[in-house]
């Protein structure tokens, strides 16, 4: 009976899990350009063994002969996916939905080998199933939720002290983001004999060698691609204001109450760790290490891995200060709840709305450049899974890589490569880079402004004039 009980627990939280993440839907988030990116590079290895993605060829150098702007795991693994159930944005969202449920499991797991208890792994389950940013994370073609699965089976080994199967799925977790460099860190909380970190570090390494084989064969684009893409935030944001940083951290929980929210529970966990952390001290570091390396990353969807590492510090705190138990789960399953409920509104009032602009828009783009035959887009929501799939698309690149010393060098390819678009489709929110808003300017156009929408941004498509 109490298996049953407990594996009727279990559903419940997937089922609770599953239906947020369709209940958001294309809302939350739109398609986003990344996704599109990531799609190209999957496609483009079942169809030409080549891990390329032509939306960018022409626009950053080397992107018709090798993808080193990310790490390739994800890509090859959505790859396989494509190649099983064919390619779209539902197969591709329905994947990282798949990756969501596997780090609930985990995560359950890695809490009862701390706790040995049941019934509180299950609640701070639960509580990470309708996490904000945990249901996101699993709804967009992207590598979090693969990666943050990777960090806590990762995780779940350094408890086990198995330093083998650790230093493997190390190894696989810098196979798909840079991020996961604070893992390393984090392994001296439970190694001390430099042996024993060795051997992890060794495995590891061995684990990511065909990526760094990989790279030594494109060493030229790695330094242009990947490089530029870690240097492109210090370039593009003005780090010296602390602001910036603290906006983008909390501002995308979708409203003003839910930024406070979201600051007030990690000056809660804090204050916690401050005050009644003893002897030990590991799992708040911890979670301050994960807190530091996602707040200074300035990116929004590197959220995702503070929560399971806050889940994991109160749980510690509650075997350590049994007489905060009460405080500590009330206090996060309101926090938790409060957010989530914030964000129901919100998509209550907006989804239906939002649906009927975005099918409006992308009726409207499908006549405006039904006679182009090579389209530019530079927008959000990304409408290029819903346009003319006959069409040759071209996606835009980060506004920030363009102030990179290695971008200037390729301004004329770009301009090239601009020259043979027909349409440029690009919303007024998103800074043009200097050469395509140099090239729109001097040249003529047609241009049609978007519809307006209450709840998608205004845009131009820009549609080159026939010469004469």
Not at 244 to 252: A, E, F, S
Not at 393 to 409: I, R
Request: a positive charge.
């Amino acid at each position: 009976m109490s298996i049953l009980k407990n594996n009727i627990f279990f559903v419940v939280i997937f089922i609770v899990y599953i239906s947020l993440h369709f209940f958001y839907g294309e809302f939350l988030p739109p398609i986003w350009p990344d996704e599109v990116l990531f799609f190209s590079a999957a496609k483009n290895l079942i169809h030409t063994k080549i891990l390329k993605t032509d939306v960018l060829e022409g626009v950053i150098y080397g992107m018709d002969q090798a993808t080193l702007w990310i790490p390739p795991l994800h890509l090859i693994v959505l790859s396989f996916i494509f190649f099983l159930f064919g390619e779209s944005l539902f197969v591709g969202r329905t994947l990282s939905l798949f990756f969501g449920v596997l780090v609930l499991s985990v995560f359950y797991k890695l809490l009862f080998a701390i706790t040995k208890n049941k019934k509180l792994s299950l609640f701070f389950m639960f509580l990470l199933s309708i996490e904000y940013s945990l249901i996101r994370s699993g709804n967009i073609i992207r590598m979090e939720i693969l990666n943050l699965l990777l960090i806590l089976t990762s995780l779940y080994f350094l408890e086990k002290k198995q330093k083998i199967f650790t230093g493997i799925f190390l190894g696989l977790s810098g196979l798909t983001h840079p991020i996961s460099i604070f893992l390393i860190f984090i392994v001296f909380f439970y190694f001390r004999k430099l042996k024993d970190i060795l051997i992890i570090g060794s495995i590891a390494f061995v684990v990511m060698t065909p990526w760094f084989v990989y790279i030594y064969h494109h060493l030229d684009i790695f330094q242009f691609q990947f490089l530029a893409q870690l240097n492109r935030k210090s370039i593009h944001y003005n780090y010296n204001s602390i602001f910036y940083l603290i906006k983008v951290l909390g501002g995308q929980f979708l409203s003003k109450m839910n930024f406070v929210l979201v600051y007030a529970i990690l000056v809660f966990a804090i204050g916690l760790g401050i005050l009644y952390t003893k002897k030990n001290f590991k799992y708040f570091f911890v979670f301050l290490i994960v807190l530091l390396t996602v707040f200074f990353s300035g990116e929004m969807w590197y959220v995702v891995y503070i929560f399971p590492f806050l889940f994991l510090f109160f749980v510690n705190m509650i075997l350590q200060q049994p007489k905060l138990n009460k405080l500590i789960m009330i206090v996060s399953l309101v926090f938790i709840l409060w957010i989530q409920f914030n964000v129901f509104i919100k998509i209550i009032k907006n989804k239906k709305t939002y649906q009927k602009e975005y099918q409006e828009l992308v009726n409207f783009l499908n006549f405006y450049t039904k006679d182009c035959k090579i389209i530019f887009l530079q927008m959000i929501p990304d409408p290029y899974f819903d346009l003319d799939k006959k069409k040759q698309y071209k996606e835009f690149a980060p506004y920030g890589l363009f102030a990179n010393q290695l971008f200037l060098d390729f301004e004329q390819k770009r301009l090239e490569t601009y020259k043979q678009i027909d349409c440029f489709v690009i919303s007024n929110i998103e800074k043009k880079e200097p050469v395509l808003e140099n090239y729109l300017q001097n040249q003529s156009f047609q241009k049609i402004s978007f519809p307006k929408f209450s709840l998608i941004s205004s845009g131009i498509v820009y549609k080159k004039l026939i010469q004469l």
